[in-house]
């Protein structure tokens, strides 16, 4: 099972990111609530994929109507040194990864737009050269193999607005998510950030980030700006559905 069939009539809708493993009913009940599009997540080399995204889970989602967007964890801040050659290798293997549960780039979305990979920027231990050639190498290669690139810029991001701009350079298909700390706190990019996050809430009995539609038409499944809601006051550092992730050589 892979990348549903089902036509999806964009509309407006509710975007949301979660780390909990999402059921049929879930996937239905989130729908009923006005969700269309789900961000879940991927694993990084060598650690365990069972609670991310896999083959059943995506056709649940995409059988009721939803976009999906696929998110590779960071790791956990101590361990989360980065150079191009983990940029690389932790991008050959989500997009390994993403073909093995058949979420592939030659299925693409109903708007013509192939499916999206995210790279998650932040807790960075050496912000730095290091870290902008970590991302650059993870965005090439996803380019490479035929994947749309969503950036998340988090606290401690290690990336400039310039190197922003870089990477957004690399591609059409290159987009900004901005997480629930202050836009001033943050890099930014002149294309914009196409998605602003919020911290944990409860939507339809399931602990969802709500991830607010900042350019009409960008996220398909939304066709135009819902509502947004009021902005966070707390720490987004401490948003406990941002899971971390320690490779498994250094555990």
Not at 33 to 46: C, D, N, Q
Not at 101 to 124: F, N, T, V
Not at 178 to 187: I, M, V
Not at 192 to 211: E, I, N, P
């Amino acid at each position: 099972m892979g990348l549903g069939t089902k036509a999806i009539v964009a509309a407006d809708g509710i975007v949301v990111d979660t780390n909990e493993k999402l059921t049929a009913s879930m996937a239905q009940a989130l729908y009923a609530a006005g969700v269309r599009v789900v961000i879940r997540y991927a694993p990084l080399p060598g650690n365990s994929a069972k609670d991310d995204l896999d083959a059943v889970e995506l056709g649940a989602l995409t059988d009721q109507g939803h976009t999906v967007l696929l998110i590779q964890h960071p790791r956990e801040p101590k361990y989360n040194e980065l150079t191009a050659a983990t940029g690389l290798a932790d991008a050959q293997h989500v997009i390994a990864y993403a073909l093995s549960i058949g979420y592939d780039p030659k299925l693409p979305q109903p708007d013509g737009r192939p499916p999206r990979l995210g790279l998650d920027m932040e807790g960075l231990k050496n912000p730095g050269p290091d870290s902008f050639a970590h991302a650059k190498a993870w965005v090439v290669a996803a380019l490479a193999a035929g994947f749309a690139v969503f950036v998340y810029l988090g606290y401690d991001c290690g990336l400039t607005s310039a190197q922003c701009d870089e990477l957004a350079e690399l591609g059409a298909y290159v987009d900004f998510l901005c997480d629930a700390g202050p836009y001033a706190d943050r890099p930014a990019p002149k294309k914009g950030y196409v998605l602003k996050q919020h911290l944990q809430s409860t939507l339809a009995g399931v602990g969802v980030d709500r991830d607010d539609v900042l350019q009409n038409g960008v996220i398909y499944g939304v066709a135009k700006l819902p509502d947004p809601i009021a902005p966070d006051s707390g720490d987004p550092a401490a948003d406990i559905t941002q899971p971390m992730a320690i490779p498994s050589s250094l555990a």
